[in-house]
């Protein structure tokens, strides 16, 4: 799904496998890649307090402030979702998520330092598949809500 989305969307990338280690997080998929693991996003499925998805992309060598995200969006919390609830909101399998082609329509944030890369390297859908583009196309096509919500 997520490679046709980048497609209809007319978004140039770079398709990059690589052999997916679970537990192996995006510091696995930087060294396989040779990029720094700034470079890498992870796309996060959070609920709020309603349980309600939202989807985060992060830079691979941060983590998400649930704290200060919920305090963005203006709600009491937000929590990452169990594996198998993430899998169902967003169609894909935990350690494959795309932010491109998600199952169920959901607001998506991105941190804003994302926007500022000369390139990102992002999950395309599957484990062991990323792909490269530029930050500008993912803005465009995913019009995502750009948030300062990054903690090392």
């Known amino acids: 799904m997520a490679v046709r989305v980048l497609r209809q969307n007319k978004v140039e990338f770079t398709p990059h496998l690589y052999a997916w280690e679970a537990r192996g997080g995006t510091s696995t998929s930087a060294r396989h890649l040779g990029v720094d693991e700034h470079v890498v996003i992870k796309t996060l499925i959070f609920e709020d307090d309603a349980k309600k998805p939202l989807c985060i992309l992060m830079h691979g060598d941060r983590e998400v402030s649930a704290k ?82 990054a903690t090392t």
Do not use: W
Not at 112 to 122: D, G, K, V
Not at 129 to 136: D, K, T, Y
């Open 68 to 149: 200060n995200l919920a305090r963005h969006i203006g709600t009491k919390s937000v929590a990452p979702c169990a594996p198998e609830v993430a899998d169902r909101h967003s169609g894909y399998q935990v350690g494959g998520t795309s932010p491109f082609g998600l199952k169920r329509a959901m607001p998506v944030y991105c941190e804003a330092s994302i926007a500022e890369l000369p390139r990102i390297y992002i999950n395309g859908g599957a484990r062991g598949f990323l792909v490269g583009i530029a930050p500008a196309d993912l803005l465009r096509v995913l019009k995502p809500a750009l948030v300062s919500v």
